[in-house]
């Protein structure tokens, strides 16, 4: 099992913001929310803010603290669409059927949330995935963070497949609660309390139903976008440029700016920029990096026009952008494209 660190913020504060709401809480209110997490009310409403696994563990108890509702857990569930995880969503409902879904989450599950690790094991003619906890978690959460993530599944599952999973079945860590009835609600599938793992298990042939939603294309350039992702998050989680890179990649391309970067690690620009430094690199780098490597992307993965991909990566002048361009590559985009593999036919640029 790996070793989470608790100080490095990695977690999109958008879901604790999802939160929030299901709680009815107004402005004036999320302090409470926050208590034990050192974040500011100002912090915590900025789109940019990534929070510690430690923080977002102490928003959940607070929540479990505030909600007048036991069914708290298993309605936040259902407001975590796929939509919710950014270019991880975007990949899942893409996805050609259930188990290369379940794999994209399992893969880059760590892109988004890094307090769980999937495993997927195939049994005969089911489908077994487990979700394991990286840290020792009270029974409380362990019951709240299951009923979110098994809610948040079966929306996704049924989804894909066009229906729901009544043939799936789960096994629950926590102990059976009060208001088990409801469950049946939430989760169409047979369930378990008290086991001494949590796994959920689908039919294998359940799995493998096309996806009348899926786009290949779609699904390709969301996977190298995640694929960029994991790769820029695997160097060194503890070093500023990871936290940037982070952000950035959790938002839409090039609108973050310096300043909300700054205010979101609870440094100031010129703190943020002497980080970089020491790192031998600046914030613009980074933001080119990441751009430069989304732009090549795009370019050679599909026929989308220069100028649809200037507008996806946030530039509102084409010129502008294939003035980027041809900085980062010493090539204008369509030179690019005609000299590493353009397919038979040409592109449409």
């Keep these: 099992m790996s070793v989470v660190n608790l100080d490095v913020p990695s977690i999109p504060s958008s879901y604790s913001r999802l939160a929030a709401r299901q709680l009815g809480l107004q402005s004036r209110d999320v302090s409470e929310l926050l208590a034990g997490t050192r974040l500011s009310v100002d912090q915590f409403l900025e789109e940019s803010t990534l929070l510690s696994a ?15 509702d036991e069914l708290f857990g298993l309605q936040l569930g259902q407001r975590l669409t796929s939509p ?7 990949l899942v409902n893409s996805s050609p059927d259930l188990l290369a879904a379940l794999k994209a989450f399992q ?23 487990s979700c394991k906890f990286d840290m020792e978690l009270e029974e409380a959460l362990l019951r709240l963070l299951s009923e ?17 999973l009544s043939e799936a079945s789960i096994c629950f860590m926590h102990e059976q609660p009060d208001y088990a009835a409801h469950y049946e609600a939430f989760i169409p599938a047979t369930i378990e309390f008290g086991a001494d793992a949590y796994v959920l298990k689908v039919p294998l042939a359940v799995c493998k139903i096309q996806n009348a939603s899926a786009n290949h294309e ?3 350039m969301a996977l190298k976008h995640c694929e960029a992702m994991l790769e820029q998050l695997n160097s060194n989680t503890s070093s500023c440029q990871y936290q940037l890179q982070k952000m950035m990649l959790s938002h839409p391309p090039g609108v973050l700016s310096e300043e909300e970067a700054a205010a979101a690690m609870f440094i100031c620009k010129r703190t943020l920029a002497r980080r970089l430094k ?11 990096e990441i751009l430069s490597q989304q732009a090549k992307g795009y370019l050679l ?4 026009p220069v100028e649809a991909i200037a507008e ?3 530039y509102h002048d084409s010129a502008n952008f294939r003035r980027a361009f041809k900085r980062w590559f010493n090539l204008t985009p369509d030179q690019y494209r005609r000299q590493h593999g353009a397919p038979e036919g040409g592109w449409k640029t």
């Design 278 to 288: 020491q790192e031998g690199t600046s914030f613009r780098q980074v933001r080119d």
């Design 84 to 90: 919710t995880h950014g270019a991880l969503g975007f």
């Design 218 to 220: 779609s699904y390709r």
């Design 301 to 304: 993965d599909s026929q989308l």
């Design 312 to 314: 996806l990566l946030n």
């Design 148 to 164: 979110i993530f098994t809610v948040s599944f079966f929306d996704t599952a049924e989804f894909i497949v066009g229906r729901p």
């Design 107 to 129: 893969a880059f599950l760590p892109t988004r949330m890094n307090l769980a690790q999937l495993e997927i094991v195939v049994e005969g003619e089911w489908l077994a995935l």
């Design 54 to 68: 430690d923080q977002q563990l102490r928003i959940l108890k607070n929540c479990l603290r505030i909600a007048n």
